[in-house]
């Protein structure tokens, strides 16, 4: 196995931990300690999020002392032992804050992403953004159907334990690819045009930076409350199912990324349409009826991987492989701001007004993240050979 392939298989370890509890998060409040207030759920996503935007920033100055794998090794470890208590834990106060703390370690997976690009050349940036980002929403499947089926048949509380047993195993693997003498850990492919695109580099990632986050906040403002969503109007009460259900954008994902590989399309041409295409399928999801719901599922889940890969390919297109960790993590960083809006709001939003306005709103995101890129890439004028027709 080549290292990259080592380390895509990492990420997706890594992503299936994560998402074990994102769509059951109102029922394992509920199962676990007795909260049913929407606004409880929407703060403990916002607090995740917020330990998210500083972790990473944070972990990407560090891996620029340290070496990637070195810090997951230490960072895994911890986080595996913070979600073992999670698991034992019966204190509400506690498991907030120890969960929090996890969150914070784990979070330092997300320089795999950058690192993975840093080892490859401009010429497989493209397909190797795309995979990972079906990567991404594979994990997100696996990570749903295996917490709806823990939630559904064995104790929410045992989610922690799949979580530790993830983290042990990327501790495990970083240190695998540190010892052994077939991989070559400290390669960095060179960019010939350095100078060029850091001077580029800030203006533009801040632009990047706006336009990612009223997509995030239009992406996570619909997921915390799907599945309550979807039980609203489903006859069968089955967490597998709404599980199933929420996970359909990572199906579709593989469809795109091989129509994608077909076609070889550049990058990040196509956001606009994409974008488009997303207020289709928000539209639909907001209609109560299981066969409109799950056609607008498939319609947003093309839609929203389009969008974001082309964003993320946009960003490493302008970018170093020395700069790479730093200018996601920027980007990340209004990325997180957005899902933080969102997770603040929606709890509120639910409360107040019920679980269809979500759609409405992330319907209005979207029209305002493509208004504001028309504004910001058509209509203002940028270098050609950094953005073209979209």
Same mark, same amino acid.
């Not at 960095?188 to 800030?202: C, F, G, V």
């Not at 730093?326 to 993590?329: E, M, N, Q, V």
């Given at each position: 196995?080549? %290292?990259?392939?080592?380390?895509?298989?990492?990420?997706?370890i890594?992503?299936?931990?994560?998402?074990l509890?994102?769509?059951?998060?109102?029922?394992?409040?509920?199962?676990?300690?007795g909260?049913?207030?929407?606004?409880?759920?929407?703060?403990?996503?916002?607090?995740?999020?917020?330990?998210?935007?500083?972790?990473?920033?944070?972990?990407?100055?560090?891996?620029k002392?340290?070496?990637?794998?070195k810090?997951?090794?230490?960072?895994?470890?911890?986080?595996?032992v913070?979600?073992?208590?999670?698991?034992?834990?019966?204190?509400?106060?506690?498991?907030?804050?120890?969960?929090?703390?996890?969150?914070?370690?784990?979070?330092?997976?997300?320089?795999?992403?950058?690192?993975?690009?840093?080892?490859?050349?401009?010429?497989?940036?493209?397909?190797?953004?795309?995979?990972?980002?079906?990567?991404?929403?594979?994990?997100?499947?696996?990570?749903?159907?295996?917490?709806?089926?823990?939630?559904?048949?064995?104790d929410?509380?045992?989610?922690?334990?799949?979580?530790?047993?993830?983290?042990?195993?990327?501790?495990?693997?970083?240190?695998?690819?540190?010892?052994?003498?077939? +991989?070559?850990t400290?390669v960095?492919?060179?960019?010939?045009?350095?100078?060029?695109?850091?001077?580029?580099?800030?203006g533009?990632? %801040?632009?990047?930076?706006?336009?990612?986050?009223?997509?995030?906040?239009?992406?996570?403002?619909?997921r915390?409350?799907f599945?309550?969503?979807?039980?609203?109007?489903?006859?069968y009460?089955?967490?597998?199912?709404?599980?199933?259900?929420?996970a359909?954008?990572?199906f579709?994902?593989?469809?795109?990324?091989?129509?994608?590989?077909?076609?070889?399309?550049?990058?990040?041409e196509?956001?606009?349409m994409?974008?488009?295409?997303?207020?289709v399928?928000?539209f639909?999801?907001?209609?109560?009826?299981?066969?409109?719901?799950?056609?607008?599922?498939?319609?947003?889940?093309?839609?929203?991987?389009?969008?974001?890969?082309? +964003?993320?390919?946009?960003?490493?297109?302008?970018?170093?492989?020395?700069?790479?960790a730093?200018?996601?993590?920027k980007?990340?960083?209004?990325?997180?701001l957005g899902v933080?809006?969102?997770?603040?709001?929606?709890?509120l939003?639910?409360?107040?007004?019920? %679980?269809?306005?979500?759609?409405i709103?992330?319907?209005?995101?979207?029209i305002?993240?493509?208004?504001?890129y028309? +504004?910001?890439f058509k209509?203002?004028?940028?270098?050609?050979?950094?953005?073209?027709a979209?």
């Open positions: 196995m080549k %290292l990259k392939s080592f380390l895509i298989l990492m990420t997706f890594a992503v299936v931990s994560d998402y509890l994102h769509p059951f998060y109102p029922q394992f409040f509920a199962i676990r300690f909260m049913t207030n929407p606004e409880n759920v929407g703060f403990y996503f916002a607090a995740i999020c917020f330990m998210v935007m500083i972790a990473f920033p944070f972990w990407a100055y560090i891996s002392k340290v070496a990637e794998l810090i997951l090794i230490y960072t895994q470890a911890i986080a595996g913070l979600a073992l208590y999670c698991y034992w834990t019966s204190s509400y106060l506690s498991f907030w804050i120890v969960s929090l703390i996890m969150v914070l370690f784990k979070g330092s997976y997300l320089l795999v992403y950058p690192y993975i690009l840093k080892i490859i050349k401009k010429e497989e940036h493209v397909s190797t953004i795309g995979l990972l980002s079906v990567i991404v929403h594979l994990g997100g499947i696996l990570g749903a159907v295996i917490g709806g089926f823990t939630v559904d048949y064995i929410p509380s045992s989610i922690f334990l799949i979580m530790a047993l993830g983290d042990f195993i990327q501790m495990l693997m970083s240190a695998y690819l540190l010892k052994s003498k077939k +991989f070559n400290t960095i492919i060179s960019d010939e045009n350095k100078k060029e695109k850091n001077s580029l580099s800030n533009l990632i %801040l632009k990047i930076g706006l336009l990612t986050l009223i997509l995030y906040f239009s992406d996570f403002i619909i915390p409350f599945s309550m969503y979807w039980e609203s109007f489903f006859n009460d089955s967490k597998l199912i709404s599980g199933t259900i929420y359909i954008p990572g579709v994902a593989l469809i795109a990324l091989w129509i994608s590989n077909k076609q070889k399309s550049n990058g990040y196509g956001i606009i994409a974008l488009l295409i997303g207020l399928g928000l639909l999801q907001g209609i109560p009826l299981d066969s409109v719901v799950i056609i607008g599922r498939i319609i947003y889940g093309w839609a929203i991987f389009q969008g974001v890969v082309k +964003f993320d390919v946009l960003l490493f297109e302008m970018s170093t492989p020395e700069s790479y730093l200018d996601y993590s980007v990340h960083f209004f990325q997180n933080l809006i969102a997770s603040l709001s929606v709890g939003v639910v409360e107040n007004f019920g %679980l269809s306005l979500p759609f709103i992330a319907l209005s995101g979207f305002v993240t493509i208004v504001l028309i +504004f910001i209509l203002v004028s940028v270098p050609k050979n950094i953005v073209k979209s």
